[in-house]
C-alpha cells in the first residue's frame, strides 16, 4: 500500500551525528518532492528540509542549515536526513512527508499529502 | 516573517454539533493554505488545501473557507472520531504551521 516508514532515530549526545531514512512504497517516489518535518515532545510542527524530485535542490529551515543534509536515493525509493553537530533543541518526532503532484513534478506545492508514523530523535548527554 | 496564529487554543464541543476553527496570517498569503488533523500517537492527515479543496477521501462534513489572513475550518457535525489537534499550515512562503488547537470532547 502507499506508505513511508521512517527509521535511524535514537538518542544520541550532543554535537554527534544521525542518519534517518524514510522507505517510500506503493507510488512513484521519483515523482514527488520529499520533506522532513518535525515535532518536539508535547509541541507543534516545523518543517526542516525539502528536496525535489529528482535532488536537483534542496531547501532548509535557517536552525538547521549546514548541519542537517537531505538527500535521496530514486532507485532505492529511499529519503535520508542527514544530522550532525546535534543540539538539544533538535530532539523530536522527524516525520518525513510527501509533496502533492498534480503531473508534473517540476512543480512543488509546498503541502504534505502523504506522512510517515515518525521515528523520534533525542539529543542528551 | 509571517506568524500563523490559530484560536482557540482549546475548543470544547458536543458530538453532533458543529466546531469552527480560527486561522488567522500575519500578512497575506491568498488561498496558499492548508489544514491537518493529528491524533495521539499519530502522524498528521491532511484534509484541506488551497484554503477550500478537501484532500482525497476526507468526508465531506470537513470544509474550509477564507482567503487573504482569515481562514476558517469547519466540522458540520461532530463524530467521535474528529476530536484531535488540527493545525494549519501557511505555503505561500516558506512551510509555516500554526500552533494548533485541540478539539476535545464536551
Known amino acids: 500500500q502507499v506508505q513511508l516508514v521512517e527509521s535511524g532515530g535514537g538518542v544520541a549526545q550532543p554535537g554527534r551525528s544521525l542518519r534517518l531514512s524514510c522507505a517510500a512504497s506503493?507510488?512513484?517516489?521519483?515523482?514527488?518532492?520529499m520533506h522532513w518535518v518535525r515535532q518536539a515532545p508535547g509541541k507543534g510542527l516545523e518543517w526542516v528540509a525539502l528536496?525535489?524530485?529528482?535532488?536537483?535542490?534542496?531547501y532548509y529551515v535557517d536552525s538547521v542549515k549546514g548541519r542537517f543534509t537531505i538527500s535521496r536515493d530514486n532507485s532505492k525509493n529511499t529519503l535520508y536526513l542527514q544530522m550532525n553537530s546535534l543540539r538539544a533543541e533538535d530532539t523530536a518526532v522527524y516525520y518525513c512527508?510527501?509533496?502533492?503532484?498534480?503531473?508534473?513534478?517540476?512543480?512543488?506545492?509546498?503541502?504534505?499529502?502523504?506522512w510517515g508514523r515518525g521515528t523520534l530523535v533525542t539529543v542528551s548527554s | 516573517e509571517i506568524v500563523m496564529t490559530q484560536s482557540p487554543a482549546t475548543l470544547s464541543v458536543s458530538p453532533g454539533e458543529r466546531a469552527t476553527l480560527s486561522c488567522r496570517a500575519s500578512?497575506?498569503?491568498?488561498?496558499?493554505l492548508a489544514w491537518y488533523q493529528q491524533k495521539p500517537g499519530q502522524a498528521p492527515r491532511l484534509l484541506i488545501y488551497?484554503?477550500?479543496t478537501r484532500a482525497t477521501g476526507i468526508p465531506a462534513r470537513f470544509s474550509g473557507s477564507g482567503s487573504g489572513t482569515e481562514f476558517t475550518l469547519t466540522i458540520s457535525s461532530l463524530q467521535s472520531e474528529d476530536f484531535a489537534v488540527y493545525y494549519c499550515?501557511?505555503?505561500?512562503?516558506?512551510?509555516?504551521f500554526g500552533q494548533g488547537t485541540k478539539l476535545e470532547i464536551k
Open positions: 512527508a510527501r509533496d502533492q503532484n498534480y503531473g508534473d513534478p517540476s512543480v512543488t506545492y509546498w503541502y504534505f499529502d502523504l
Open positions: 506503493g507510488f512513484t517516489f521519483s515523482s514527488h518532492g
Open positions: 528536496i525535489r524530485y529528482d535532488g536537483s535542490n534542496k
Open positions: 500578512q497575506s498569503i491568498t488561498s496558499n
Open positions: 488551497g484554503a477550500t
Open positions: 499550515q501557511q505555503y505561500n512562503n516558506w512551510p509555516l
